[in-house]
């Protein structure tokens, strides 16, 4: 059965790149070097992790092997041996998610092969896993941050790999997560049940406006295009 994903991804990732970087950054880091550790120092200040932890204390008391021997793991399993190993060794002042994640995705991935076990993970893609998989009831806020639990994170990946559809590559679903937690964060809510509101009068809105007027967005925006 095809995998069908409860997002429309290919919306919030053209949002994501009217936004973010326009993805050089990465894919050049894992096209030109093969060692994660490498790939580690080149992307850290593009991930955002040089603020709460120094490259350097975590490529220099790690190994890239190290790194492959835990792939063999399960992504939480992984990321919690890591994330110990890490606390161990003094790189990491607590035991995190994000920081372990990311050296293992670097280790999974290669050039136009995106790790999906290891998906690049932050708060943004964690607020969209928990509002796309109703976590929280609907008068509860989002989370202000990422999990800390490796168990959680292993099931944000399982449901990475289960809703990517085949045709669309590991690194778009990603940005299309991370833009689209990034846009419910931001919106002036207090709790899942006025986002679900919010979200369902764009829905509409939409809608509506497609099927009187033959447009989404603007009237110029399907000019030559055939719906």
């Known amino acids: 059965m095809a995998s069908i994903s409860p997002l429309n991804i290919e919306y919030w990732a053209l949002q994501y790149s009217a936004q973010q970087d326009d993805n050089s950054t990465y894919t050049n880091a894992i096209r030109d ?129 289960r809703t990517i559809p085949e045709h669309v590559k590991g690194r778009r679903y990603e940005q299309a997560m991370f833009r689209f937690g990034a846009y419910i964060s931001a919106l002036p809510s207090d709790t899942i049940s006025d986002i679900e509101a919010h979200l369902n009068e764009l829905e509409n809105a939409i809608s509506s406006v497609y099927e009187s007027s033959g447009f989404a967005l603007t009237s110029d925006s399907a000019q030559g295009f055939e719906y």
């Open 33 to 161: 070097r093969t060692d994660a550790l490498e790939r580690a120092r080149a992307l850290w200040d593009w991930k955002d992790l040089s603020r709460g932890v120094n490259v350097d204390d975590v490529t220099d008391v790690l190994t890239t092997d190290e790194l492959i021997d835990l792939l063999e793991d399960s992504p939480s399993d992984a990321v919690g041996q890591l994330a110990d190993l890490l606390v161990e060794r003094g790189a990491l002042a607590n035991r995190t998610v994000v920081t372990p994640a990311f050296l293992l995705h670097l280790a999974d991935s290669g050039p136009g092969q995106y790790s999906v076990r290891f998906p690049i993970f932050d708060v943004r893609c964690w607020v969209a896993y928990v509002y796309l998989t109703r976590r929280r009831g609907g008068e509860r806020p989002l989370p202000r941050s990422a999990t800390q639990s490796p168990e959680r994170f292993g099931e944000f990946s399982a449901f990475f790999q």
